[in-house]
């Protein structure tokens, strides 16, 4: 860190983010989980003081460095997550740099005055995922990793693919057999990634994939990875720098695995702790109804994994999410909420993001949805200041927007969603008189 920003060394270690533990360990040690108790573990920094006028003042000269570093919208904010020596094994393929856009005809949807989208989208390979790769591709080539695997439902083996690839590693994806979108499929089998369906849903193959993870020496990347949240990480600084650090009354978000919400909790406190905020936006994280484990543990107290999850919004269809105790955590530091919403509500609500003119994945719609049901509650005020995180591009599920407007989208177990806002296609002669009628 520069030495104008701080005086000493920041030190960087593991520790267990259970609160009855916090064993710490060194920050090149492969690990997962706690060896000690099993809890999950976080990256935590001794002596991180910045200045952060002149903080602030660095990330904003940065946007117009032609660095590789500082072209990155995750690495231009290194500062803030310093647990690489040196810099030399990042892969970067100018991640992150993702808008803020307004959106009027969203917000009157969600019952609000205004809405802005932090688009996720707009990365690399379409997802958020791209500011979590480059950081835990990062840390695989810095402990000389040849081999790195996911289980994923398709953004998560989009963006490893593409990172590995740029970072000469290999790359082993295992995903559900049959529950995957063909869009993001794709990308992974472009990018050269060996792909395995397994016959089992996405928590089964996450348990199979970790043991084969030990015993083969493969450095496992989704979201139990701590290194990835700290990537994560950025989408919230980013968020504040676009917004001159000043804070949104809330912070809205899809929740699947739970690794933004983690993310995004860590990134407010920390921001806060060294004074870049003067307050915490509140987190609200919305899920759908047919993959709501979370919703229920905030609700109920009581933490249950769902067996079967169901949803097509299939970035979030994950019925065990690992970063629970994580997430849980930072929702309450954030007097946050949990809500969730049903398959109609998410497809109506990605109908008028792109009737905004914006268009995103299913699940990023989720927050939409969210928004309107807790605006209509009373628990978001009209007048708030709102920040929706959509995730994912428009045309990560395209099979999903076709059906929907032609009225053949179905949820699983057969559910018809209607199509309240389609925008079918219109078959017509070769004729013009007969084509001028038709659009006078």
């Known amino acids: ?46 002596n991180l003081h910045p200045d952060p006028t002149e903080l602030k003042r660095l990330f904003r000269d940065r946007r117009a460095s032609n660095v590789p570093l500082d072209a990155s919208g995750v690495w231009r904010y290194r500062e803030l997550f310093p647990f690489l020596d040196d810099y030399r094994h990042v892969v970067t393929l100018r991640e992150g740099q993702t808008p803020l856009l307004d959106s009027p005809l969203a917000a009157k949807f969600g019952g609000l005055d205004r809405i802005t989208f ?89 348990a199979l994939v970790r043991i084969l993870a030990e015993k083969l020496g493969i450095y496992l990347l989704n979201s139990v990875n701590p290194f990835r949240i700290e990537g994560q990480k950025s989408i919230m600084f980013e968020m504040l720098d676009q917004r001159d650090w000043q804070v949104p009354d809330w912070v809205v978000l899809p929740g699947g695995n ?119 509650a009373g628990v978001i005020d009209p007048g708030a200041d709102v920040v929706a995180v959509l995730t994912g591009n428009v045309l990560k599920d395209s099979d999903y927007i076709y059906k929907y407007h032609t009225d053949k989208l179905e949820a699983p177990g057969g559910v018809k969603i209607r199509s309240t806002f389609g925008n079918r296609s219109i078959v017509v002669p070769n004729d013009p008189d007969r084509i001028e009628k038709l659009l006078s």
């Not at 983010?17 to 001794?46: D, H, M, W």
């Not at 953004?155 to 295992?174: R, W």
């Open 1 to 46: 860190m520069s030495s104008f920003l701080q005086a000493d060394p920041v030190q960087a270690d593991l520790v267990c983010f259970n609160p009855s533990c916090r064993a710490s360990y060194a920050i090149t040690e492969v690990l997962y989980n706690c060896p000690k108790c099993g809890g999950l573990l976080e990256a935590r920094y001794s």
């Open 118 to 206: 932090k688009h996720q989208g707009f990365n690399p390979t379409g997802s958020f995922k791209d500011n979590g790769m480059t950081c835990g591709a990062a840390q695989a080539r810095r402990l000389g990793m040849k081999r790195v695997a996911c289980v994923s439902t398709g953004n998560t083996s989009a963006s490893m693919a593409a990172y590995a690839a740029a970072g000469g590693l290999e790359a082993l994806i295992f995903l559900p057999h049959g529950n995957i979108s063909f869009g993001k499929l794709s990308q992974a089998l472009e990018y050269g990634a060996k792909t395995l369906e397994v016959e089992a849903n996405f928590d089964q193959i996450l």
């Open 258 to 376: 739970l690794g933004n919400t983690s993310a995004f909790g860590k990134a407010l406190r920390e921001a806060w702790e060294i004074g870049l905020i003067d307050r915490l936006p509140r987190l609200a994280v919305v899920q759908a109804e047919g993959a709501s484990p979370f919703y229920d543990l905030f609700h109920t107290g009581k933490f249950n994994t769902v067996e079967n999850p169901e949803t097509l919004a299939t970035a979030i269809r994950i019925g065990d999410p690992v970063s629970w105790p994580k997430a849980l955590h930072e929702v309450r530091t954030t007097n946050g909420v949990v809500e969730k919403v049903t398959e109609q509500e998410i497809a109506d609500a990605k109908a008028q993001i792109g009737r905004a003119g914006i268009g995103c994945e299913p699940a990023s719609a989720a927050t939409l949805a969210g928004i309107r049901k807790l605006a209509a």
